[in-house]
Nanobody, 117 residues
Framework: QVQLVESGGGLVQAGGSLRLSCAAS????????VRWFRQTPGKQREFVAS???????VYADSVKGRFTISRDNAKNTVYLQLNSLKFEDTAVYYCNALELTTSRSYWGQGTQVTVSS
């Protein structure tokens, strides 16, 4: 069973930065995509960023220019750098790994990001 463990969340002032990590229990090249989502109470989980096996990156419009997704293959870890944080970025951030051949989708437990205004 694949495990994803997020870390790096916390409380930060508006304009500040955080780096989230998503550590996988196996090589991240096992997955076609590793993605970040976020969710606030009462709302649906929202797409934030995606990193494909081949390196293609997609961002939600709301985070373009502020967030950066990257990976460290040797550590089986995908990062999400959050800069210029806004109050509305407050959410639980989840890591997701997707295997297209098996249609398997794995989720981490989430890490809380709180931005104070």
């Amino acid at each position: 069973q694949v495990q994803l463990v997020e870390s790096g969340g916390g409380l930060v002032q508006a304009g500040g930065s955080l780096r989230l990590s998503c550590a996988a229990s196996e090589t991240i090249f096992s997955f076609n995509y590793v993605r970040w989502f976020r969710q606030t109470p009462g709302k649906q989980r929202e797409f934030v960023a995606s990193l494909a096996r081949g390196g293609n990156i997609v961002y939600a419009d709301s985070v373009k220019g502020r967030f950066t997704i990257s990976r460290d293959n040797a550590k089986n870890t995908v990062y999400l750098q959050l800069n210029s944080l806004k109050f509305e970025d407050t959410a639980v951030y989840y890591c997701n790994a997707l295997e297209l051949t098996t249609s398997r989708s794995y989720w981490g437990q989430g890490t809380q990001v709180t931005v104070s205004s």
